[in-house]
């Protein structure tokens, strides 16, 4: 069975950065994009990017232009996503999800990112 | 514009048909998709494509498209149907996805 396994809750100060991964396990990891999506406390989804594996490039919104980046380890079906210069308003859960069609069809339980001084 | 518009809020008697919209010019071009999210918890697929939906979930959930607008229709909606709703599709780039707001549905 597909399953996203996402590390754990992080607090960090203004001005630092995040590193957050996504284990994938049950499907062929190279075939499905991976995608970042958070969301705010008591706000909406808010897509962030997304990574190939099979090749990994990547490309984002242009809302965290020079902000984050995406990677992908192969041998350990592992996508990592690091945001840098966090502000408090990145306080939010990140989710990894699966791409499928126009939609995401697995979803990670998402890491909580506290940014707070 | 790459926007998606849902209603705040909807609510639905308990064994009633409910049809939640995402209205968006990009709809004409793309397919919507829709999720499930309950408090506390990631969201789930529960439509896709033209009118798809993953295994596990109940066919009371449809998915219909008509020029710029998507609508998700829960017939006969029970209370655990109660929750967050959101739909998403590609941008006008077709590389990025994006997000209608949510509808927050309340069965009575």
């Known amino acids: 069975q597909v399953q996203l396994v996402q590390s754990g809750a992080e607090v960090k100060k203004p001005g630092a950065s995040v590193k957050l991964s996504c284990k994938a396990s049950?499907?062929?990891?190279?075939?499905?994009?991976i995608h970042w999506v958070r969301q705010a406390p008591g706000q909406g989804l808010e897509w962030m990017g997304v990574i190939n594996p099979s090749d990994g490039s990547t490309t984002h919104t242009q809302k965290f232009q020079g902000r984050v980046a995406m990677a992908n380890n192969t041998s350990t079906s592992t996508v990592y996503m690091e945001l840098s210069s966090l502000r408090s308003e990145d306080t939010a859960i990140y989710y990894c999800?699966?791409?499928?069609?126009?939609?995401?069809?697995?979803w990670g339980p998402g890491t909580l990112v506290t940014v707070s001084s | 514009s790459s926007e998606l518009t849902q209603d705040p809020a909807v609510s639905v008697a308990l064994g009633q048909t409910v049809r939640i919209t995402c209205q968006g010019d990009?709809?004409?071009?793309?397919?919507a998709s829709w999720y499930q999210q309950k408090p506390g918890q990631a969201p789930v697929l529960v439509i896709y494509?033209?009118?798809d939906r993953p295994s596990g979930i109940p066919d009371r959930f449809s998915g219909s498209s008509s020029r710029n607008t998507a609508s998700l229709t829960i017939a006969g909606a029970q209370a655990e149907d109660e929750a967050d709703y959101y739909c998403?599709?590609?941008?006008?780039?077709?590389?990025?996805?994006?997000f209608g707001g949510g509808t927050k549905v309340t069965v009575l």
């Open positions: 990009i709809l004409r071009s793309y397919y």
């Open positions: 049950g499907y062929t990891f190279s075939n499905s994009y």
């Open positions: 999800a699966r791409g499928y069609y126009e939609g995401l069809d697995f």
């Open positions: 998403n599709s590609r941008d006008s780039s077709g590389n990025h996805l994006l």
């Open positions: 494509g033209q009118n």
